[in-house]
């Protein structure tokens, strides 16, 4: 029991770092920044003042001694607007634990500022039955997690871009890792390494102590590496870490990975009418 609930909490305290930022394309590539800092500093502000459509892949994978526990795989189209309530994607969650049967999948659409949600196939342990889709405000989903709310049902993904890459950025220096080809492209490389204590401050802000509360025993001692990688179009393609944690006196590695790729991809969603509106995660 103690290793499934340590395997939720991981995915649970993974939650912030799936926010991390990918940036949009720029009309032409820029001057090549002077400083590893300042050109991870231009490619975020580039995220944040011209938005863009792309596709999302992100994978939160656990281990314990060397052994694999749990994989969450999160990919599908999303839009970052700079208008309020303006983002929106439509995203799919995907769980698998070896030994166990296929967890199943998880849907999300975001758009107009509520967060739909269908976890009706999505068996992972520590997470209520739910059918059909449900509906949440998305100020109220993260003010739920600050707030410490005491459901065990939490959606895995939200559309929050750039807050993670602006909180690194106001951490510590980056400094540069060469060059290196992902996904067919040649991209820039750049690693920031933190102590414990300012990977909490920079990965969870405002949720950094209802997380922690709520999952009751979670250590990082261990200094921990980002790497954010910049692309073609001065925009970001890649931003992960792995460090070493315990969870519930469980130690396990948790490696968090982002890519994003098809800048400019068009696409749209359609909200579920049939939706039932929830008030708050407490009442999952």
């Given at each position: 029991m103690k290793r499934n609930t340590a395997v939720f909490a991981s995915a649970l305290l993974s939650l912030p770092l799936l926010l991390a930022a990918c940036g949009s394309t720029?009309?032409?590539?820029?001057?090549?920044?002077?400083?590893?800092?300042?050109?991870?500093?231009?490619?975020?502000?580039?995220?944040?003042t011209s938005p863009n459509s792309y596709h999302l892949t992100s994978t939160v994978t656990t281990t314990h001694n060397g052994a694999l526990m749990q994989t969450i795989t999160i990919s599908g189209d999303v839009h970052d607007s700079l208008k309020s309530n303006g983002s929106y994607g439509a995203l799919t969650v995907a769980t698998v634990i070896p030994g166990q049967s296929n967890e199943g999948s998880m849907s999300e659409i975001i758009d107009n500022g509520n967060l739909y949600v269908n976890a009706t196939d999505f068996r992972l342990s520590?997470?209520?039955?739910?059918?059909?889709?449900?509906?949440?405000?998305v100020a109220k989903y993260h003010s739920d997690l600050s707030s410490n709310t005491k459901s065990s049902f939490f959606p895995l993904v939200s559309i929050n871009q750039s807050d993670l890459l602006g909180s690194l950025l106001k951490s510590g220096k980056f400094v540069s890792a060469g060059t290196t080809t992902l996904a067919g492209q040649k991209v820039d490389s750049y690693k920031l390494t933190l102590t414990a204590t300012q990977f909490a401050h920079a990965a969870y802000g405002t949720m950094a102590k209802g997380i922690v509360r709520t999952t009751e025993a979670f250590s990082v001692k261990a200094p921990i590496t980002f790497t954010v990688d910049v692309g073609s179009g001065n925009h970001i393609a890649f931003i992960g870490t792995t460090f070493p944690a315990t969870i519930f006196k469980i130690p396990v590695t948790l490696t968090i990975n982002q890519q994003c790729t098809n800048y400019g991809v068009k696409f749209s969603v359609s909200p579920p009418k049939s939706a039932k509106p929830v008030t708050s995660l407490s009442t999952l």
């Open positions: 720029a009309s032409s590539a820029p001057t090549k920044p002077a400083t590893p800092q300042t050109a991870v500093e231009s490619a975020y502000h580039q995220a944040v520590g997470i209520h039955k739910i059918n059909g889709w449900i509906s949440i405000p």
